[in-house]
């Protein structure tokens, strides 16, 4: 390793290195501190930092990338010349020069192959492990240093970061590795949305700056099987759009793989006529839950010929299956007791991980709490039977109604030797946005919780129920977190994590718009106080997607809100201070400003309800006079009317059109329509219309 010797040499870096240094894991605020005192901002923080005061190494006078010996060394070289380039303007070439300093990759297969600087022995050369890195920052250049290609890819992530717009590096030493193995997000792509091929790939490329690897699409019916043509819609993934998002994502160090409803959550394949004779029932008053019947060889035939094919499309090493949330019902009625629907379950399971062991892949399923009988089909009963290579998603155990489960399902999980994932979710389905605090707060719970049990990883879940909303940019907040959090094991500093966010994603110098994204979402945390079928008074948690959707002097999920104006108000409250704030970060924001915008879209969704709910209390208020009703539900029609033309705009630069697409186009009118029928009734002024005096700032 010449290169690194030579740069090494040029500083006595091991003199600067403080006796803590070689101790215990350093305290994540203490790392915090060390980065934001050298204004470096990484958004996974590292485990170990090393400030060398009076050290630094200017990028525009490197003479190149020197990449050691090894398979894929020379794409890695040339990975770190594109991320520099992207991130400071500086182009490096992929060669060592005769003299001068240089950016140095290197594999190393034992501690002595780490440079000194770096103090690597047997201890933090196995905590590294084939994920970790050690990245050196003096004077005479920087050496990186991994056991695999994983780790050097990581290191490169750091080191574009730290570079972020700025070519004089300070000095440091950074050792790092991950807490959990496997660090990902869902995206669910079936059900509404269809994110473009293009859209997915960007997406893998934000979850890499959170040195995240997984990519999980949940996957219903829009993929464009061969053997089986009739079953995804126009906007479907084709095999080779499948191909060309995994390759990239690859590139990047995220493996994408399908979350495949292959047993419940079939209605969009077990509905077609063609296919009806492979379900269980038809499932009228719960349509989602409609299931496969696996007592059928021809219906487990067709669930692993999709395997077959989706495993061709998505290279990788795990595969999901979800075996939850079944058809319960059909099966009872067919007089199957829930011990044998258990049992049936577990040989469908077995079956599976036949098909999948073909394909060279590891299966995982989804669970509840282990021992849930009926629609969540819980494996506990035969979870000392489960093959040892099967991993288990473990959804509910933190959150949600079945809090208790993992204290019991995380020690049996551990003790029967399986490895497993402690899941989360960006609390996003049924909301205008996701709710940035309550999903850091699940991502804290579940990897902590998980990770005391020896979790092998966590995939926090965003969920497309009613239609996904909200767009995929608006997810990378919460799921970059998620990434940070199971990257430190959930001891992230979250103050130095918002401004690693804002300065990295979008080239903000504060931190100003992820708190606005926060506190705009807070808006999912105001209770709401209504009216129960008794006329009593309760105050209720809503996610105010209905609220905003439907017609306000219809809808039971209006009509019942107790105070409107009040609610309105203090939904303005906590949305018009977000909107201001992000309305100003905006033209700041010197890249990804399209899904700024996307927050800025939310926001003013914020708002609007509020307008609406305020609109309406006055409408009901006989005191506040009909022309300024009139004149306020005009103003809360026009605001819709723009937010549905903007909805249209952000969302085609995304998604595909499609039905669901359409549908919540439309849904924009069930305020807008009966908003400007009930201001005509009342003779409203069309010009200028007037938002409610009591909310305009």
């Known amino acids: 390793m010449p290169c690194v010797t030579r740069q090494i040499g040029l500083v006595c870096l091991c003199v600067m290195m403080v006796s803590a240094w070689a101790g215990a894991e350093q305290d994540a605020r203490a790392v915090a501190g060390a980065l934001t005192a050298m204004d470096t901002w ?4 590292p485990k170990e930092v090393e400030a060398l005061p009076g050290v630094s190494f200017d990028l525009a006078g490197c003479g190149g990338i020197a990449a050691g010996a090894g398979t894929g060394m020379g794409d890695l070289a040339q990975r770190a010349s594109d991320r520099l380039a992207g991130a400071c303007g500086v182009t490096l ?20 192959k780490f440079p000194a600087a770096a103090r690597i022995d047997d201890a933090a050369f196995a905590r590294l492990g ?7 920052i003096g004077a005479g250049g920087v050496t990186l240093t991994a056991r695999s290609a994983a780790g050097l890819r990581h290191g490169l992530t750091t080191l574009a970061q730290a570079a972020a717009d700025r070519t004089v590096l300070p000095g440091m030493v950074i050792r790092d590795w991950p807490s959990l193995r496997y660090r990902g997000a869902q995206q669910d792509v079936s059900r509404g949305q269809v994110p473009a091929p293009e859209t997915l790939r960007r997406l893998a490329d934000t979850l890499a700056e959170g040195k995240m690897n997984v990519l999980e699409l949940y996957l219903e019916h829009v993929y464009k099987y061969k053997a089986f043509p009739d079953i995804s819609p126009p906007e479907g993934y084709t095999p080779d759009e499948a191909g060309a998002v995994s390759a990239h994502a690859a590139r990047a160090g995220v493996e994408v793989h399908p979350l495949l409803q292959g047993l419940g959550h079939s209605f969009h394949i077990l509905s077609k006529p063609q296919y009806q004779h492979l379900r269980i029932g038809p499932c009228e008053k719960t349509p989602w839950v409609m299931t496969f019947d696996i007592r059928k060889p021809e219906a487990v035939a067709m669930v692993t010929t999709m395997i077959n094919e989706l495993c061709a499309a998505f290279p990788g090493e795990l595969f999901s299956v979800d075996i939850t949330e079944i058809d319960i019902d059909g099966l009872q009625a067919d007089g199957l007791p829930l011990d044998q629907v258990t049992d049936l379950v577990f040989g469908y399971v077995l079956k599976l991980n036949e098909a999948l062991g073909k394909n060279g892949r590891r299966l995982m399923i989804t669970q509840g709490p282990l021992d849930s009988q009926g629609h969540l089909a819980g494996m506990g009963p035969r979870l000392n039977s489960l093959p040892k290579n099967v991993i288990v998603g473990s959804y509910y155990c933190a959150g949600g109604p079945y809090q208790p489960a993992w204290e019991k399902d995380f020690p049996r999980l551990r003790g029967e030797g399986l490895d497993f994932f402690a899941q989360a979710w960006i609390s996003s389905h049924v909301w205008l946005t996701p709710c940035v605090n309550r999903a850091a707060e699940f991502s804290d719970l579940e990897i902590s919780r998980g990770l005391g049990h020896g979790a092998a990883g966590s995939v926090t879940c965003d969920w497309g ?30 103050d130095y994590f918002r401004k690693a966010f804002a300065r990295v994603l979008y080239g903000l110098e504060s931190d100003a718009a992820v708190r606005a994204m926060e506190s705009a979402s807070d808006v999912n945390a105001v209770p709401l106080r209504v009216r129960g ?28 809100i107790a105070d409107p104006a009040g609610a309105g ?8 201070p977000a909107l201001a704030v992000l309305s100003e970060e905006l033209p700041k924001a010197r890249r990804n400003r399209d899904t700024l915008e996307q927050w800025v879209f939310g926001a003013r969704c914020y708002a ?11 409408y009901n208020d006989t005191a506040v006079p009909r022309e300024r009703v009139a004149e306020e539900l ?9 937010l549905q033309n903007d909805f249209k705009r952000l969302w085609l630069a995304e998604d595909r059109d499609n039905e669901g697409f359409q549908e919540l186009v439309r849904r924009f009118t069930y305020t807008v329509v009966p908003c400007r029928e009930k201001a005509k009734e009342l003779g409203a002024k069309q010009a200028p219309p007037r938002l409610p005096e009591e909310v305009v700032e």
Do not use: N
Request: with cysteine; aromatic share 10%.
């Open 42 to 45: 990484i958004v996974a923080q």
């Open 93 to 112: 070439p992929l060669s060592e020069p005769a003299e001068g300093p240089v950016i140095a990759l290197a594999l190393a297969d034992t501690p002595a």
């Open 130 to 136: 084939d994920q970790g890195y050690a990245l050196v």
């Open 465 to 494: 129920d009613a239609g996904h909303f909200h767009f995929v940019g608006e997810e990378w907040l919460p799921f970059l977190y998620h990434g940070a959090c199971a990257w430190t094991g959930a001891r992230a500093d979250r």
């Open 533 to 560: 079928e008794d006329g009593k008074e309760m105050e209720v948690s809503t996610g105010y997607l209905w609220e905003f959707v439907h017609d306000p002097f219809t809808h039971p999920d209006i009509t019942r």
């Open 569 to 576: 108000q203090a939904v303005l409250d906590a949305a018009l």
């Open 608 to 618: 609007a309800l509020g307008h609406k709910l305020a609109a309406l209390g006055h």
């Open 634 to 642: 005009e103003a809360v029609a026009a605001e819709f009317e723009s």
